[in-house]
Structure formats: C-alpha cells, structure tokens
C-alpha cells in the first residue's frame, strides 16, 4: 500500500525484479562426494555401483573390524547412486535435494520475483506437489523383488501453446487499483483474475502414465519408491514426485521381523525329543526338508518372540537385601520398578556397567558391577529389596528357538544377504502312558528333580493324588461371602454358606 502520488519508481518497485532480471548467485552444490566414497565414476552404469558397494561393503564391514563411520557413508552412498530416481536428484542438487526432496532451501525472494520469468540457468525452479499413494505388497513379493505396472492420470502441461505471460498483469498475478480520496491516491493491490494469480496462462490436460513400481527385495514396511518429476506439472518449475509408500500385508503363515521370518508349528513329544523332518515351502515357492539334528531335543518357547522387547534385561529379585559394600554410581528419587529397569537397559545409566540396583524408602541406588561381583556382595538387609540384573549370557541361553540360517527375508541393501527362518514349536504332550512302559521311559529319561522324602505309609503323611481340573470353572464355583449377605433369597449355587455375624 502507497500513500501520496504516484512515485516514478513505482513499477520497478513493485514488480521490475533484481537488477540484471536474473537470480543471485546459488550456492555451489557437491554433487560429486557419493560417486567418491564409492570410488566410481559419475557416469558409472548402476552395475558398477552396484559391484563398487559390493565390495566395500564387505570389506569395511564392522562385523570385520572396519570402521562404524566409513561403513555409514557407504550405506548412504549406495543408498542414493544405487536409486535411479534419488541418484538424478542428487546429480542435479547435491544431498541436500535428496534429503530434503529437491527445491528446498531456496532464496525466497528468488522464487517471489522469478515468477513467469523461466527458469535460470542450472538453479532449480519450485516443485509441485508430490503424489503420494499407498501399494499394498505381499510377503512373497517382498522375498522376491517384484515390479507392478500401474496407470495414473496427471495433469501436464500443453507443451504446443506452452506457456505465456498473463496479458492481462503483465506476469505479476495481481493488478494495481489506484483509488483517489482527495487529495489522496491509495495504491491497491488485487489478484488478477485472468490468470488466478498465477502470472501465466496455459493450458492443462490429464494423461495417462504407466508406471513400473519395482519392489526391490526385502523392503521394509512403509518403504517408498520414487518416480521423478512424474506428479502434475506446474507452469513455473518442476513436477513433484509420484511416490509409492508400500504397505506390507499379513500374511496366513509367515511373520516377518526385520529380515527374519518366523513361522509356528505343532509337533508332538515324541518328534520333540526323537527328531522329525518337516516340508516347508519359502515364500519364493522353493519346497524345503526341514531336518533336526540326530539327538537334539526341542524345547518350548516360553516366550513371545513376537512381542514386545524379548530382548530386554530380565531381573533376579531379592527380598530384604543388600549390596553395602559395592560403592553407589547412582542415586534415583524413586522406587518405581520400571523407571529403574528403563533407565539401566535404555535410559541414562545404559552402558554404565550397572550389575544391580537397591530399592529403600522411596529412593533407589545403582551400583557398578558384573552379576557375580553382585551376588557376592549380597547381604541381609531389612525394608531393602535388591534386583541383580541377569548375566546376559545366561538370559540368551533361555531365548534360543529353532531356526533355518539364511531362510529369511533378503536385505533390502545387501540381497546377497538373508535373515533367518525360524520356527515355534508347540509339543503336544500324550494324554496318558500305558503304565507297562513307564519304567523304559524312566530309564531313558534320566533321573528325577523331585524326590520325596515321605513313603506311603508313614505317620501323619495324607496321601493325595494330582488330578487334572479347569482352574476357570474352579474359580466361578467361589462366592465371595459379601454377596450371600447382599442376596439372602439367592440360594446360591450350592458350596460352603458363611454367615455373617449380625448384631
Ligand atoms: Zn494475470
């Protein structure tokens, strides 16, 4: 808004742009960084990329001694070279149109002046908006990589009337209103009409595109694939990107976590202690005979593998005790179970050496120590409760399932590469054992864990049988004494009547 006459000035004020019509200055973008990690040329063929991180990969893996870091900016380096769509982006504006999906970061005022003028030179114009679309990916597809043709509709440009300055503002996308009060002119500014602001004029139309979405194998859930520039067009930079968000559907037998597979069966005792072979077949159709090792026994799985963290520390409790002679690390206002475990296994004490922490009057001490260290130190203490964390070794032996090495999914930057198959076993126990084969069975079984000390027969020693029953329908034949007082006419469902003393 101006006040006062017209100044001389006023159109390149408001709309004549920088001096020279064009843009400063961008900065310089390294686009060449990534093809140096991985010791390629620029114009390296994906093969080589592919073969060039190969080789890196392995070598300065850290399960082999190399370096974390170096290791990293491989992975980061193939995981751009190694994407047709992010490799263009990264070639046209350096990592940080990869990371921040190209256009960002530009000089506004740039963008505001440069409107209707074209673009300038290698600078990059603004971007459209991104399509983003789900596709639904099965398991089988993710194990073997696939690719799904797909048609959209997009809005582009017609390229034959291409596009025009608005006639109608000049390029600006809005008009200036002179109004005058007096002695007064007031400088009004309106959105154009002709063009809705744009600056231009030109004509779209919707066409159809088939695109090729590649599933590349052992890709994540929410894993997205790029198509470049390939969203509606806009007049005044460049398309945004179609992108495709995968979503991976349940499947009836296999669950995935990570790279590995996990699949339930039943067997019975019998296969659990003597051993069966089983018919498995992958999710990319190949038939599997699943051995056990001659002699190995499989034990149930007491826990979810599935669940949540299986993997977190697990803690052994002791009553009315103490560690005094182990010196305190660290002290916590509380005695809330969980933020102390919280805090040793993920929270500010991780990596700290904590073997065992003291819970007392509402204040919890954390000492360090290895468990052993722990448990000799532990001494009588009233009110005090100790938790000594589990020796991990010991805990990991009570996690071991069965599995199939290198039967899982592949890995979405190595497929050279697998996770690992493993299976639950549920062992369904006989009902009963003829009586006759007991004594075989012993035998082959191995000594007893509980042996009595009472004989039948002894004095004062009742003799009572183990029987099998539903602790549900048990515990619904219990009524609480309150209710017989409440519902007197009831007559209930039989068992013992308490009365209630009434005065
Ligand atoms: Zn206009």
Request: with cysteine; proline share 6%.
């Amino acid at each position: 808004m101006f006040f006062g006459g017209l100044p001389p000035g006023f159109e390149d004020a408001f709309g004549g742009g920088m001096p020279g019509g064009g843009r400063g200055p961008r900065k310089q973008v390294d686009t060449t960084k990534l093809y140096d990690v991985l010791g390629v040329e620029k114009n390296a063929s994906s093969d080589q990329i592919k073969k060039a991180y190969r080789k890196l990969a392995v070598k300065n893996h850290p399960d082999k001694g190399g370096d974390v870091e170096a290791f990293k900016e491989i992975q980061k380096a193939f995981d751009i070279l190694g994407d047709d769509a992010k490799r263009e982006r990264y070639d046209q504006g350096g990592e940080e149109a990869v990371d921040g999906g190209g256009g960002g970061g530009m000089d506004p005022f740039a963008e505001m002046m440069g409107r209707g003028r074209g673009r300038a030179g290698a600078s990059r114009a603004k971007k459209g908006e991104n399509m983003v679309h789900p596709l639904k990916v099965t398991l089988d597809q993710i194990m073997k990589g696939s690719s799904r043709t797909l048609r959209l509709t997009r809005k582009v440009i017609d390229k034959q009337k291409g596009v025009e300055q608005c006639s109608s503002c000049g390029g600006r996308g809005a008009k200036i209103q002179t109004i005058r009060m007096g002695p007064m002119i007031q400088q009004v500014q309106k959105t154009c009409d002709a063009c809705g602001g744009q600056g231009m004029m030109y004509r779209q139309e919707k066409r159809q595109e088939t695109l090729e979405v590649h599933i590349p194998k052992g890709a994540p859930d929410g894993h997205k694939v790029h198509f470049s520039e390939k969203a509606d067009e806009i007049p005044d930079g460049e398309a945004g990107d179609v992108v495709f968000v995968l979503q991976e559907q349940p499947h009836p037998e296999f669950k995935r976590k990570g790279d590995d597979l996990f699949i339930e069966r039943e067997i019975s005792l019998s296969e659990a202690l003597c051993g069966f072979a089983m018919d498995l077949t992958t999710l990319d159709g190949r038939k599997l005979l699943i051995k056990t090792e001659p002699g190995e026994v499989i034990k149930p799985v007491a826990y979810d593998p599935l669940g949540e963290a299986p993997e977190s520390a697990t803690w052994s409790v002791f009553e009315n005790s103490d560690c005094p002679s182990l010196e305190n690390a660290a002290v916590a206002e509380t005695e809330d179970l969980a933020v102390c475990k919280k805090a040793v296994s993920k929270g500010q004490l991780k990596g700290k050496g904590i073997g065992c922490f003291v819970c007392r009057n509402g204040k919890t001490v954390f000492k360090q120590c290895t468990t052993e260290q722990a448990m000799e130190a532990k001494a009588p203490s009233s009110g005090a409760t100790l938790y000594v964390l589990q020796d991990p070794e010991a805990t990991k032996d009570t996690r071991m399932m069965m599995a199939v090495k290198g039967e899982g999914l592949p890995r979405l930057k190595a497929p050279f590469e697998s996770g690992n198959l493993f299976i639950k076993f549920t062992i369904e126990f006989p009902t009963s054992i003829s009586v006759a084969d007991l004594p075989a069975l012993k035998k082959l079984l191995g000594p007893p864990k509980i042996v009595a000390k009472s004989k039948e027969g002894d004095d004062e020693v009742e003799v009572v049988n183990l029987t099998s029953m539903d602790p549900v329908a048990s515990f619904k034949e219990y009524q609480p004494a309150e209710e017989e007082h409440e519902d007197e006419g009831g007559g209930g469902g039989g068992g013992q009547r308490v009365q209630c003393a009434q005065q």
